[in-house]
């Protein structure tokens, strides 16, 4: 169970953009990055499990103290002051009750705890512009899916020739229908608008999805991605490859390095992930699983596509849309009710988790600037103006591009490159530093990461910076 659980929360919507990503960057030079940012991303996951548990560590230290302070003021027996001392002692017994992942530490606890104000301003600012990105991409992945089903197939074909290899900028000024001027750039803003002023409220009123939706929600994912795997594989055995990829385009890396990062996410969710687990003791081999499974799916989800699909594009369930000639065959029928539900997929689950998005971004952004315990005190317009400032920026960038690829590129390389990366390097670092100065060193931590040296945190940040200079010159140059 916790293995599905895991896994359904790390798989996302990030894996649509994976096929379009693969066709321009290749597919020789997609399989080498995709699988070393699998294996970087589980690195930088035990590191916050080791975290995580140096935080419970700090906070059982903590409790302990306050014991003993207690029963030194009231008096005590031998018996009893002997049975205080024990847990200073470096047993396998006692570091077990040091060491656990029984307390939910969020990051920004962990940030709060190990961090001092300038690294939590730090951690909160590439959280929150995380988050942002997050929102631009669900916001222009809607209007996508919603314009192009919309819009007539015609259009579609006349635009498949502007997306070539590291081409990152999408031309919408084709008509939306043969016979009327409006454009499809002007119909996806049309759509981008309607759609934030109908989630606009609901952030201002606080309200997330349900139990329900969730159900709903990822009920709907796997029979998405079933659908989009088995049908690219139909028409590999019926017709052969249509799409031929290049080997290596360097070009193509900067929006495949964004969505290998943002595919594989699940940091900022990670303590959430290792709650409802009843026995933590194996909870990286666990993961370790999980990765595996991840990683071959996607590599079976964009393979399949690319070489299935003359083009595909950066939302990999425009692929799907439905063809405008009507059958009366069953099975032709069935085919169209399929594509149908593969166009509408991201309109469904985008729609459900932008309020949530939203709703923490709105939060992270109250305890970043405001003061929480006495946030009653604060008058209505400055309340009101975080759910404008949560809404507002997402939407001016969604509506001056909607190209994906680029949405997915800077959120993942940037902000993505920050959480995943750099954050849980230091967050390990200083839980260990702070760790050895409170417990000593005899304290064995038995949630360790299996890369225990320090050289493994000093390869994560020169990785991280590397590909960020890297992304950052391809992209404005």
Same mark, same amino acid.
């Given at each position: 169970?916790?293995?599905i659980?895991?896994f359904?929360?790390?798989? #996302?919507?990030?894996?649509?953009?994976?096929? #379009?990503?693969?066709a321009?960057?290749?597919?020789?030079?997609?399989?080498?990055?995709i699988?070393?940012?699998?294996i970087?991303?589980?690195?930088t996951v035990t590191?916050i499990?080791?975290?995580?548990?140096?935080?419970?560590?700090?906070k059982?230290?903590?409790?302990?103290?306050?014991?003993?302070?207690?029963?030194?003021?009231?008096?005590?027996?031998?018996?009893?002051?002997?049975?205080e001392?024990?847990?200073?002692i470096?047993?396998?017994a006692?570091?077990?009750?040091?060491?656990?992942?029984t307390?939910?530490?969020e990051?920004g606890?962990?940030?709060t705890?190990?961090f001092?104000?300038?690294?939590?301003?730090?951690f909160?600012?590439?959280?929150?512009?995380?988050?942002?990105?997050d929102?631009s991409?669900?916001?222009?992945?809607?209007?996508?899916?919603?314009?192009?089903?919309?819009c007539?197939?015609i259009s579609?074909v006349?635009t498949?020739?502007?997306?070539?290899?590291?081409?990152?900028k999408?031309?919408g000024?084709?008509?939306?229908?043969?016979?009327?001027?409006?454009?499809r750039?002007?119909?996806?803003?049309?759509?981008?608008?309607a759609?934030?002023?109908?989630f606009?409220?609901?952030?201002?009123?606080?309200?997330?999805?349900t139990k329900?939706?969730?159900?709903?929600t990822a009920?709907?994912?796997?029979?998405?991605?079933?659908?989009m795997i088995?049908?690219?594989?139909?028409?590999?055995?019926?017709?052969?490859?249509?799409?031929?990829?290049v080997?290596?385009?360097?070009?193509?890396?900067?929006p495949?390095?964004?969505?290998?990062?943002?595919?594989?996410?699940?940091?900022h969710?990670?303590?959430?992930?290792l709650?409802?687990?009843?026995?933590?003791?194996?909870?990286?081999?666990?993961?370790?699983f999980?990765?595996?499974?991840?990683c071959m799916?996607?590599?079976?989800?964009?393979?399949?596509?690319?070489?299935?699909f003359?083009?595909?594009?950066?939302?990999?369930?425009?692929?799907f849309?439905p063809?405008?000639?009507?059958?009366?065959?069953f099975?032709?029928?069935?085919?169209?009710?399929?594509?149908?539900?593969l166009?509408?997929?991201p309109v469904?689950?985008?729609?459900?988790?932008?309020?949530?998005i939203a709703v923490?971004?709105?939060?992270?952004?109250?305890?970043l600037?405001?003061?929480?315990?006495?946030?009653?005190?604060?008058?209505?317009f400055?309340?009101?103006?975080?759910?404008?400032?949560?809404v507002?920026?997402?939407f001016?960038v969604?509506?001056?591009?909607?190209?994906?690829?680029?949405?997915?590129a800077f959120t993942?390389?940037?902000?993505?490159?920050?959480?995943?990366?750099?954050?849980?390097?230091?967050?390990?670092?200083?839980?260990?530093?702070?760790?050895?100065e409170?417990?000593?060193?005899?304290?064995?931590?038995?949630?360790?990461?299996?890369f225990?040296?320090?050289?493994?945190?000093?390869?994560v940040?020169?990785?991280?910076?590397?590909?960020?200079?890297?992304v950052?010159?391809?992209?404005?140059?």
């Amino acid at each position: 169970v916790g293995f599905i659980f895991i896994f359904n929360l790390i798989v #996302g919507t990030g894996a649509l953009t994976l096929p #379009g990503v693969f066709a321009k960057a290749g597919w020789a030079l997609s399989l080498i990055v995709i699988l070393l940012l699998a294996i970087m991303s589980y690195m930088t996951v035990t590191f916050i499990i080791e975290a995580m548990a140096g935080a419970n560590a700090i906070k059982n230290w903590q409790n302990l103290q306050v014991l003993r302070r207690n029963r030194n003021s009231f008096g005590g027996s031998d018996d009893d002051r002997e049975l205080e001392s024990t847990p200073l002692i470096g047993s396998g017994a006692v570091e077990c009750h040091y060491y656990q992942l029984t307390h939910k530490f969020e990051l920004g606890e962990m940030a709060t705890l190990f961090f001092n104000d300038f690294g939590r301003i730090l951690f909160y600012l590439c959280f929150i512009v995380y988050l942002f990105g997050d929102l631009s991409i669900y916001s222009a992945a809607v209007s996508r899916s919603l314009r192009d089903i919309i819009c007539s197939d015609i259009s579609i074909v006349e635009t498949k020739s502007m997306y070539q290899p590291g081409s990152f900028k999408s031309n919408g000024n084709h008509t939306c229908w043969k016979d009327h001027s409006i454009s499809r750039i002007h119909m996806y803003r049309i759509i981008l608008i309607a759609f934030n002023m109908i989630f606009g409220p609901i952030i201002l009123c606080g309200i997330q999805k349900t139990k329900y939706l969730q159900i709903l929600t990822a009920a709907f994912r796997w029979m998405a991605f079933t659908f989009m795997i088995c049908i690219a594989t139909k028409l590999l055995i019926t017709n052969g490859p249509k799409g031929h990829p290049v080997g290596f385009n360097v070009y193509g890396s900067p929006p495949l390095f964004g969505a290998c990062v943002y595919s594989f996410m699940c940091h900022h969710s990670l303590p959430g992930l290792l709650a409802p687990l009843r026995n933590k003791s194996k909870v990286s081999k666990l993961l370790s699983f999980d990765y595996i499974v991840i990683c071959m799916f996607y590599i079976v989800l964009a393979m399949t596509g690319i070489f299935a699909f003359e083009h595909v594009e950066d939302l990999y369930t425009l692929n799907f849309l439905p063809d405008q000639e009507k059958s009366n065959d069953f099975l032709s029928g069935l085919y169209i009710a399929i594509d149908y539900f593969l166009s509408l997929f991201p309109v469904f689950t985008l729609s459900t988790s932008f309020p949530v998005i939203a709703v923490t971004l709105k939060n992270n952004l109250q305890i970043l600037f405001l003061d929480m315990s006495r946030y009653e005190s604060y008058n209505l317009f400055i309340r009101a103006m975080f759910p404008i400032m949560t809404v507002l920026p997402s939407f001016c960038v969604a509506y001056l591009t909607d190209s994906l690829s680029t949405l997915v590129a800077f959120t993942g390389s940037y902000a993505g490159t920050g959480i995943q990366y750099i954050i849980p390097v230091f967050l390990l670092y200083f839980s260990r530093r702070t760790c050895t100065e409170l417990l000593g060193s005899g304290v064995v931590n038995h949630f360790q990461s299996p890369f225990k040296s320090n050289a493994w945190l000093i390869l994560v940040l020169i990785w991280s910076v590397i590909c960020v200079i890297l992304v950052s010159i391809n992209i404005f140059h």
